[in-house]
C-alpha cells in the first residue's frame, strides 16, 4: 500500500483490511523496489510450503511398499463414494482381495520375496482397474477396490477376471518365481440391508471370509436373494463366450 498517512491508526486499518506492507508518501524508489522484493521472497517461500505440504500430504495417503493408496486413504474415500451413492440413489460396489496362504511365503523365502509378491499383485490390480475405481493396500496381503457405477453382477464379473488373472500369472522375486491365489469378497449397493458404508464393509469382508472357508482362490458374495452361484456361474459363462 502506497499512502499519504502516516499515522498509526491508518497503518492498523491498513493491515486489517488485507495489506501486506506499505511504503508512505513520498517514497524513496530504492526503498519500494526492496519492499517488492521483500513480498517476492515471502510469496515464493509461502508456494514452495504449500507444494512440500501437498507432498507430504500425498505421501501420508500413499502405502510406501506398492505405491497403491493405503488405509487411511481408503477409509476417507470409501466414506465420500457411499455417501455420494447413497444420496443420488447409484450403484458402488466393494471388491476386497485377499493373498491365499501368503504367510507361507514369508515363512518359506522371506519377507523381502513377499513383498515382491504384493506389489506384483498390487500392479494386476492397478492395471486391470479403470481410471474412476479406487484401489488401495488395506491391510498386511488385503487390497480394497471401489467401482462406483458398478452392479453387483458387473463387480462379480471384474472379481472373476482378478482371480483369474492373478492366479494364471506368474510372480518374479529374487528368491524364487511364485504362483499365487486369491479369495476375493463383494458386496454392493443399493442394498436393503446396508445403510452404511461399514455395513457395506462388513458385508464385503464376511463374503471373503466365506470364499476362505469354502475352499479359498474363489469369490463370494453379499447375501442376497439371488443364489451366489447362480451369479457367479453367468459370470464364467460370459467370460468364456
Not at 70 to 89: G, L, P
Not at 135 to 157: M, W, Y
Amino acid at each position: 500500500m502506497l499512502t499519504g498517512e502516516a499515522t498509526a491508526e491508518a497503518k492498523i486499518e491498513g493491515f486489517e483490511s488485507g495489506v501486506d506492507d506499505y511504503v508512505t508518501k513520498p517514497f524513496q524508489i530504492d526503498e519500494l523496489l526492496a519492499r517488492i522484493r521483500a513480498g517476492m521472497r515471502i510469496v515464493e517461500l509461502q508456494k514452495e510450503l504449500l507444494a512440500s505440504s501437498r507432498r507430504y500430504e500425498a505421501l501420508s495417503l500413499t502405502d510406501s511398499l506398492t505405491s497403491l493408496r493405503n488405509r487411511r486413504a481408503f477409509d476417507e474415500e470409501f466414506a465420500s463414494r457411499f455417501e455420494q451413492a447413497r444420496r443420488y440413489s447409484r450403484p458402488l460396489s466393494l471388491v476386497i482381495v485377499d493373498l491365499d496362504y501368503f504367510k507361507s511365503i514369508n515363512d518359506q523365502f522371506g519377507h523381502a520375496a513377499g513383498d515382491g509378491v504384493l506389489r506384483g499383485v498390487a500392479r494386476t490390480l492397478d492395471h486391470e482397474t479403470r481410471r474412476s475405481d479406487f484401489v488401495a493396500r488395506i491391510g498386511g496381503e488385503e487390497f480394497a477396490i471401489l467401482l462406483p457405477e458398478t452392479s453387483l453382477f458387473e463387480a462379480l464379473h471384474f472379481a472373476e477376471k482378478i482371480r483369474s488373472t492373478i492366479a494364471g500369472a506368474t510372480i518374479r522375486t529374487e528368491a524364487a518365481m511364485h504362483k499365487v491365489t486369491v479369495s476375493i469378497g463383494v458386496a454392493n449397493v443399493p442394498h436393503s440391508s446396508v445403510t452404511s458404508a461399514q455395513e457395506l464393509f462388513n458385508a464385503a469382508d464376511q463374503a471373503l471370509y466365506r470364499a476362505k472357508a469354502r475352499g479359498r482362490n474363489r469369490i463370494e458374495s453379499e447375501r442376497r436373494k439371488v443364489p451366489v452361484r447362480e451369479t457367479l456361474g453367468e459370470v464364467r459363462r460370459q467370460l468364456t463366450m
